[in-house]
């Protein structure tokens, strides 16, 4: 039976002419998990890799069917709004940092995703394969791409069975890591791939009362252990009481604090703010992350909204709410866009100073938000297929909140001072491992019995 996600686009030429076996196939609970725990993957493979710190420590071949998976998506996305072959290919090769150099990530395009794109008919080129013809819709083309390219291929599935499998089973709940060991597909590489998940934070391991118990990294900064979190930072001593002001601030930021912000905020230099970032990065409590200028953020999620979008979906989508404190004409900006229309650059010059215009038309350029070859003729028109409508309503949705909490005039300079003054580095950093501590217990009585 042809599932329900694909029957809108049965009529598409390039799905009609699908075997009905594969179709039927889309909606399998295997192929479904597999999909969600490579959004988790590729996060972490990409936060990963933008460290050069990071590039000489662990090689994205141990990756290797999470990035051909992330480069085949990439490249049927972009296909959506672009037809040159080069062009498309310069998106995903900045979609999809790793530690290739840029003849041998174009020979890897060329060789592999675009002929699987081809072979699966999934992306029609021209005879030179230089320019995209006719594309599959994005949602049963992308899973597609995963059936035939992952799970049909046993070889490619076999290298990275035991990351679906471990990320699959702790994605919503910790569990114990000797079950995972059990369970695992690929027994005698369980410890090298499970390390190796460890390495890109895509997981964590903790003991607690004795037992080993492996968390999905996404699970530490999400909605199910908010209150676990609020109440281990109930405690009244300064350190604790310094990180709930800084957690707070961020959750009125709408889940999302700059470097630069949380400087404003606290007082503190920026070496000490960077080594704040990473104890509460380590504690789990929050996520390093970057915004659009590559600066250092915190985020955690922000529930109902699609602020925390698969990275193939929108570039570093939260950092536009540091976007929106920077530049405050960005809100005004967005709201323009409110049903789709086409924005003229001039028009837009002629109401808004013409420097937030460039910030903000940047910005959305990197997010890959607005279509860059209408740039060229002074037009910023969404990209289609992304759901950007409801996305732009999100974010204004989160920062109309962030206003009411924090009106256009708060000033944040010094609002955590007082609370930061009685902060030192050494104590911040033994505090971090007893909060680690209650953290996990309180787990351990929440979620597993």
């Known amino acids: 039976m042809i599932p329900d996600i694909v029957k809108p686009y049965k009529d598409h030429p390039m799905v009609n002419n699908k075997k009905e076996s594969d179709l039927e196939r889309l909606d399998e609970k295997d192929l479904n998990d597999i999909i969600r725990a490579e959004d988790q993957l590729i996060r972490s493979v990409r936060e990963y890799y ?65 002929r699987k794109l081809a072979d699966c008919g999934i992306v ?54 000797s079950n995972l060991e059990t369970n695992a597909k690929q027994h005698g590489s369980f410890k090298i791939d499970y390390q190796a998940l460890i390495e890109i934070d895509a997981i964590r391991s903790q003991n607690i009362r004795g037992q080993n118990f492996t968390f999905s990294r996404g699970f530490l900064t999400e909605e199910k252990s908010s209150a676990a979190w609020a109440q281990v930072l109930e405690e009244s001593d300064n350190i604790r009481i310094a990180l709930k002001s800084l957690m707070d601030l961020q959750g009125d930021y709408g889940g999302f604090i700059s470097h630069p912000e949380i400087i404003k905020a606290t007082g503190w230099n920026s070496r000490a703010v960077s080594r ?56 005004d900006i967005l709201n323009k866009f409110i ?45 289609p297929f992304r759901g950007n409508d409801k996305f732009i309503n999100d974010v204004l949705a989160v920062v109309a909140h962030s206003r009411r909490a924090l009106p256009p005039d708060y000033d944040i300079t010094n609002h955590l001072e007082d609370q930061f003054k009685k902060v030192d580095e050494e104590g911040l950093r033994k505090r971090t491992e007893q909060m680690k501590f209650d953290f996990f217990e309180k787990i351990k009585d929440e979620y597993i019995k």
């Not at 390219?149 to 490619?156: A, K, P, V």
């Open 276 to 331: 704040l970032m990473r104890h509460v990065n380590y504690l789990g409590i929050s996520r390093i992350t970057h915004t659009l200028e590559m600066k250092d953020a915190l985020t955690r999620s922000i529930s109902g909204t699609l602020l925390n979008l698969n990275y193939h979906d929108l570039e570093n989508a939260q950092s536009i709410l540091a976007l929106t404190r920077e530049v405050p004409e960005t809100v």
């Open 124 to 177: 029609e080129f021209d005879s030179q394969r230089q320019n995209v013809v006719n594309y599959m819709p994005y949602p049963v083309g992308s899973k597609l791409f995963v059936l035939k390219n992952l799970i049909d291929n046993q070889t490619l599935y076999t290298k990275q069975a035991n990351h679906y499998g471990i990320v699959g089973m702790v994605q919503d709940f910790p569990e114990l890591t």
């Open 50 to 114: 933008l460290d050069k710190e990071n590039r000489g420590r662990l090689t994205p071949g141990q990756f290797s069917s999470s990035i051909l998976n992330a480069r085949g998506m990439a490249f049927l996305d972009v296909a959506h709004y672009k037809y040159s072959v080069a062009d498309i290919c310069s998106d995903v090769w900045d979609i999809t940092p790793t530690t290739a150099k840029v003849a041998s990530f174009n020979q890897n395009m060329k060789t592999s995703v675009i």
């Open 339 to 383: 049903g789709g229309k086409e924005l003229s650059e001039d028009e837009l010059m002629e109401e808004f100073d013409n420097t937030a215009v460039q910030q903000v038309k940047n910005s959305l350029k990197m997010i890959r938000l607005i279509k860059k070859d209408k740039l060229n003729d002074g037009f910023w028109e969404l990209v």
